[in-house]
């Protein structure tokens, strides 16, 4: 039975409530005024259809030649998937972390075209059901966000480490989150949640 505070909407809540803290950057409010737009019912000038495997099913999206998967998955998706969030749209804090073929990589410097013929899996994903995956709820346990921002990419980035090695080290975990910069210092409880997920990978979590 799934406890209330591991809920996948309580942890998303953490999670995606951020925006209205207000820490966003120049580029993500430019973005937001440009991207966010209601979608066109006719293909515009430039644009195509890329399919796309996302979280395992097919999704047809409309964009640009020139649209990156991090903008694809947030604007161009139906419905939007805006847990991966846009914070500095340079590939410097990794909070636009998702998988490609079950490696780690910045949705914002990924172009979407680039991304067919791969599975990209997104925060969303990860829960099964209303069940969290054992790193979502290592990070409810242990508190190990603040604003939230860089969580879909930190939890990203950990996912990918354990399921490759649930017996990750504290150091190896480090380095496989040294693409991902938490802004609010939550450093110590965010690994504190890594090594217990890996623990409970290691006893047979669902991921
Ligand atoms: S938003 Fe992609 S690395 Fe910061
Ligand atoms: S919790 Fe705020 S940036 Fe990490």
Avoid: W
């Amino acid at each position: 039975m799934s406890d209330s505070r591991h809920s996948r909407r309580a942890f998303l809540k953490g999670a995606g409530g951020v925006a209205a803290g207000g820490i966003v950057g120049p580029s993500a409010l430019a973005s937001s005024a440009t991207e966010s737009t209601t979608r066109a019912p006719k293909r515009l000038a430039g644009e195509l259809d890329v399919e796309l495997s996302i979280n395992g099913a097919k999704q047809k999206v409309r964009c640009q030649p020139r649209t990156t998967l991090l903008n694809a998955l947030r604007n161009h998706c139906d419905p939007p998937l805006t847990g991966t969030k846009l914070v500095c749209d340079h590939g410097s804090c990794g909070a636009c972390t998702v998988l490609v073929d079950d490696e780690p990589a910045c949705s914002c410097l990924l172009l979407a075209v680039d991304a067919r013929g791969k599975e990209v899996r997104t925060v969303e994903g990860l829960a099964n059901e209303d069940e969290l995956s054992p790193v979502q709820a290592a990070f409810v346990e242990h508190d190990a966000l603040m604003c939230g921002f860089c969580t879909p990419g930190f939890v990203m980035s950990i996912t990918a480490c354990l399921e490759k090695n649930p017996g990750a080290s504290l150091p190896e975990i480090k380095s496989a989150c040294a693409g991902n910069t938490c802004r609010c210092g939550t450093y110590p409880h965010i690994f504190d949640a890594a090594v217990a997920a890996g623990g409970r990978m290691r006893k047979g979590g669902s991921k």
